[in-house]
């Protein structure tokens, strides 16, 4: 498996920019209608620390900053796994369970559905 580019230094507005490009660009239909939709609502107002936890989780939103699960990224798990535990269908991996981050894509999956 390739390892990910080393964007040590990356400003905030580009990694900005680039989660709404991945984010987008998934491949999966659903997915991409999430995760873009997250990022439209979402990234803007992100702290530079909740952006790292979207594209890699080096610092979290304060709920696992010494976490054994440093390397782990949202952006690179499987389209059906974000897909599957945003709609709770499936329970996430202890690495993503009970994170802002999942509940807020738990949580716009349930306004998209209430709005439709």
């Not at 369970?97 to 949580?107: D, I, M, P, W, Y």
Request: hydrophobic fraction near 35%; charge should be negative.
């Amino acid at each position: 498996m390739p390892q990910p580019l080393n964007r040590t230094g990356e400003k905030v507005d580009t990694l900005r920019a680039r989660l709404v490009y991945q984010a987008r660009k998934r491949g999966m239909l659903e997915g991409d209608l999430l995760l873009s939709t997250f990022a439209r609502d979402n990234l803007a107002t992100m702290s530079h620390e909740e952006l790292l936890e979207f594209d890699k989780v080096s610092l979290t939103i304060g709920l696992r900053v010494n976490s054994s699960h440093a390397d782990d990224q949202m952006l690179d798990e499987p389209d059906w796994d974000i897909y599957y535990w945003s709609i709770e269908k499936r329970h996430p991996p202890e690495r993503w369970a009970g994170t802002k981050l999942l509940e807020q894509c738990v949580s716009l999956f349930v306004s998209i559905l209430c709005t439709s």
